[in-house]
């Protein structure tokens, strides 16, 4: 059975008509991500299948219909969000926002938090140096960790990500990638929204291509790494540009 199943999505604002007829799954233990261009329609289909704008179509997560559930109520069910904005509480303590992650768990007198903030800090060392930090005065790639250890604090058992590497340093980018390779291991369901079709098609096992709103293509995600249409529209510049990088050093 899918972890989560999108069954033609539409998505409008206005006369725009940002997602058209989109149809994904992700299943057990799987990361998946949705690739495109800027302004295909990636961040809105996200945004679509967890209620933060309206859409038609069907949304089902572990069996169930979605109807514009609360983004809270979603992350009690375990469908946690890594926005874009990464939506952090600035003038807090980077050990708080984690803390805040696990919120509703605390109100169910869940155990096994301290255990769970342990593990966030083992698997990013940096947020553990800098706990007593104010979010907001940490870096870019630093408020990314924040934002991924945070949901992780809510135990996802479905975990979305949209462009997690927007804006940052390729090393950083590598670190995110690394640790979502990670959760991948550890069978922590994905679903990846991303720019970065190079690093996000390695990660992922299956792969969707928006392109204006449509689904051009889909596959598994090396098929799709080696796709000649992708080589070519995706990853074509980039290639040029790490040859360019490499032949100066
Ligand atoms: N709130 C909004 N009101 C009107 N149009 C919007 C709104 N949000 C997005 N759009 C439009 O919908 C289309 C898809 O945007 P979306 O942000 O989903 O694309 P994207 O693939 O995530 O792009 P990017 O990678 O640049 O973030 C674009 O044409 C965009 O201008």
Known sequence: MSILE???????YGAVEAVRNLSLHVDKGEAVT????????KSSSL??????VRSSGT?????????QQSPEALAAMGMVLVPEKRELFASMEVEDNLLLGAFSRYQRGEKGIREDLERVYSL???????R???????????????????????????????EPSLGLAPLIVQEIFRILGELKKEGVPILLVEQNARMALKLADRGYVLEA?????EGRGQDLLHDQRVVESYLGIRA???????AER
């Open 34 to 41: 949705l690739i495109g261009p800027n302004g295909a329609g």
């Open 213 to 217: 709103g449509e689904l051009v293509m």
């Open 240 to 246: 040029t540009e790490e040859a360019t990088s490499n």
């Open 47 to 52: 945004k679509g299948i967890i209620g933060l």
């Open 6 to 12: 999108v069954n033609h999505l539409t998505v409008r």
């Open 132 to 162: 007593k930090q104010l979010a907001g005065t940490m870096s870019g790639g630093e408020q990314q960790m924040l934002a991924i250890g945070r949901a992780l604090m809510a135990r996802p058992k479905l975990l979305l990500l949209d």
């Open 124 to 130: 990013f060392p940096r947020l553990k140096e800098r």
């Open 59 to 67: 949304v089902r997560y572990q069996g169930h219909t979605l109807a």
